[in-house]
């Protein structure tokens, strides 16, 4: 092998590398903004399952933004001053938003909830939560279909 066909082998395993790379890191961060939706979802389920069984009304509230958090009870000022059973994004990239100025939440009578949505953001896309008024939570994607979750309808 001559100089010049070394030199055109090393650059294209540095291209494969730098794709690979680049993929690699894409995927991971979709896996944990997945990973983030689910365990939102769980502790939704466990909020809603709580309010089910003690015949409680569980108004949520959030607080949006990188270090976001979602919980039930009194709103605090801020995350770091919640009390209680509460969810908290601990990846830095992944950012909450979506609930404003609408309730949501769930109602132990018959097992009902007010309608809403929570969206999970980071550079791999956004992940949307929806909360319906039968108390069915949800994950859809808003961008584009991501790790094999179908778009929002």
């Known amino acids: 092998m001559s100089l010049i066909e070394m030199m055109v082998v090393v650059a294209l395993v540095a291209i494969c590398t ?3 790379t680049q993929s690699w890191r894409g995927y991971q961060q979709a896996i944990r903004l997945e990973q983030h939706a689910q365990r939102l979802r769980l502790y939704l389920y466990g909020v809603q399952s709580e309010a089910n069984n003690y015949n409680l009304s569980a108004v949520l509230w959030a607080i949006g933004g990188k270090d976001g958090c979602v919980g039930y009870g009194p709103r605090p000022s801020d995350c770091h001053n919640a009390t ?4 908290v994004t601990e990846e830095h990239d992944i950012e ?3 609930l404003a100025d609408k309730s949501m939440g769930f109602y132990g009578l018959r097992n009902a909830a007010m309608a809403g949505r929570l969206t999970l953001k980071n550079s791999a896309g956004s ?3 929806v909360l319906s008024a039968r108390g069915r939570l949800r994950i859809c994607s808003e961008d584009k279909p991501l790790l ?3 778009l929002c309808q």
Do not use: T, V
């Open 127 to 129: 992940l949307r939560l």
């Open 18 to 20: 730098l794709w690979g």
């Open 84 to 87: 209680g059973k509460i969810f």
């Open 96 to 98: 909450l938003s979506g």
């Open 148 to 150: 094999g979750i179908s």
